[in-house]
């Protein structure tokens, strides 16, 4: 097993649509798929880099116990990107996209939300928090 924000990130990377409609977005034109299982070096936070995702843990061990033994263990990411301010039209859209490939990975959403980052001027920060599991094996 991966770690949780890594096998997150790549599931984002794996949806093309998305990450062809983010460099459509996008003022700097990129050569990768800007999707971060942390933060970024400072050059690249400016808004024209918008939309960008990063990818992090929630602390925390969740888990179902049978026998004595973890029998369901659940993991959870928080999910963030970023949206120029004139382009607050295309976050529902955005966050549908990434709704639906983490939830056909089988995470599901249990908070979101979106605010003006006071760091990033013109920029909104939209994030969401997401629960999987796994089913150990024997």
């Known amino acids: 097993m ?10 984002l990377l794996s949806n093309h649509e998305l990450m062809q409609k983010m460099a459509e977005l996008r003022q700097t034109k990129l050569s990768y798929d800007p999707v971060f299982t942390g933060t970024p070096k400072d050059e690249f936070i ?23 033994a973890r029998f369901f263990s659940y993991s959870r990411v928080q999910v963030d990107f970023w949206v120029r301010n004139s382009q607050m039209r295309y976050i529902e859209h955005l966050q549908k996209m990434i ?5 056909s990975n089988g995470f599901e959403r249990y908070y979101k939300n979106r605010y003006p980052d006071p760091d ?13 599991f796994e089913m150990k094996e024997d």
Not at 2 to 11: D, F, G, I, K, R
Not at 99 to 103: G, I
Not at 120 to 132: I, K, Q, R, S, W
């Open 2 to 11: 991966s770690l949780p924000e890594v096998e997150v990130a790549n599931y």
């Open 46 to 68: 400016k808004a024209s880099s918008a939309p960008w995702i990063r990818v992090t843990p929630i602390p925390g061990d969740s888990a179902v116990y049978s026998d004595d």
């Open 99 to 103: 709704y639906e490939t983490l939830h």
């Open 120 to 132: 990033l001027d013109g920029c909104l920060m939209v994030t969401a928090n997401f629960e999987g």
